[in-house]
């Protein structure tokens, strides 16, 4: 399952890009439609993570260096931003949610205005995809896998702690 969402992830790269290009050659149709488009399928490919750490899936590097089967539901899902490359993919996430967002919602009147900004969005969402892909990703495999996985860092189990990342980059973006 986790070379799908690796896969979306290239697909939601290559989507940013688009949304760039239409958004500054000024086709705001295209360009939004490369806005929803990308949103949805970071938004798979960050569910299939989810689901890996849902699942204690070992054999996925990230999962067997944050996540242990002995830890409850909460951690083991926090466990997915409670690291580097987790905290990228949420990071790509909720910036290509805002880019979705207004794609869906800007209704200035002046298409060229929102052409242009969907296109400064998709190069930056495209800035996060690609560091996300290329430096810093989340979907390395480990053969063989391990039996049991190190555990999430302890200083990041405490309830108030598994939101703080998601509620914080909201914030930001």
Same mark, same amino acid.
């Given at each position: ?78 466990? !997915? ?5 987790? *905290?990228? +993919? /949420?990071?790509?996430?909720?910036? @290509?949610?805002? %880019? &979705? ?6 209704? !200035? ?5 929102? *052409?242009? +900004? /969907?296109?400064?969005?998709?190069? @930056?969402?495209? %800035? &996060? ?15 063989? +896998? ?5 555990? @999430? ?21």
């Amino acid at each position: 399952m986790i070379e799908a969402g690796h896969f979306a992830a290239f697909l939601a790269l290559g989507a940013t890009l688009a949304q760039a290009i239409f958004g500054l050659k000024g086709d705001r149709r295209w360009a939004g439609m490369a806005a929803v488009t990308g949103f949805g399928l970071m938004a798979f490919s960050f569910l299939t993570l989810v689901h890996a750490f849902a699942v204690s899936d070992f054999s996925l590097a990230l999962v067997a260096n944050n996540s242990h089967t002995l830890k409850p539901m909460l951690y083991k899902i926090a466990g !997915t931003w409670g690291n580097h490359e987790g *905290s990228m +993919a /949420l990071w790509a996430l909720v910036t @290509l949610a805002f %880019g &979705a967002a207004a794609a869906a919602l800007m209704k !200035t009147g002046r298409e060229r205005f929102e *052409s242009r +900004a /969907l296109g400064v969005q998709g190069f @930056l969402s495209a %800035g &996060a995809m690609g560091y996300l892909l290329f430096a810093s990703s989340p979907y390395l495999r480990l053969d063989p +896998a391990p039996f049991q996985g190190a555990g @999430l860092n302890p200083l990041l189990q405490d309830p108030a702690l598994s939101f703080h990342p998601p509620m914080l980059y909201l914030g930001y973006v």
